[in-house]
Nanobody, 123 residues
Framework: HVQLVESGGGSVQAGGSLRLSCQISGLTSTSNCMGWFRQVSGRKREAVAVLNHDGSLKYAESVMGRFTLSRESAENTLYLQMSGLRPDDATVYFC??????????????????WGHGTQVTVS
């Protein structure tokens, strides 16, 4: 079965950088959406960056130009390079994936698989 394991969270000063990693295992499809979400108020999660099945990328406006999503196919790893971090970026970040996807993904409900999250703190 699909498993997602995040790593790379931590504490940085404002303006600093972090790289989050998501190790993916158990895939049975080559047409997938995958991306990063972060926790906002309460239990709500907002999309930060998504890689669609066709290779297209979409970013939240708040992170555009500061965050970069990439994938290392050979390692089945998804990355989120975060630069210019601000205090309002501090929260828990989640890796998300949906298999057998043939349409663009963005909403939380588009994703069926989730990691447990990694904390990012910005002071």
């Amino acid at each position: 079965h699909v498993q997602l394991v995040e790593s790379g969270g931590g504490s940085v000063q404002a303006g600093g950088s972090l790289r989050l990693s998501c190790q993916i295992s158990g895939l049975t499809s080559t047409s997938n959406c995958m991306g990063w979400f972060r926790q906002v108020s309460g239990r709500k999660r907002e999309a930060v960056a998504v890689l669609n099945h066709d290779g297209s990328l979409k970013y939240a406006e708040s992170v555009m130009g500061r965050f970069t999503l990439s994938r290392e196919s050979a390692e089945n790893t998804l990355y989120l390079q975060m630069s210019g971090l601000r205090p309002d970026d501090a929260t828990v970040y989640f890796c998300a994936l949906e298999q057998h996807s043939y349409n663009p993904c963005w909403a939380r409900g588009d994703f069926g698989y989730w990691g447990h999250g990694t904390q990012v703190t910005v002071s």
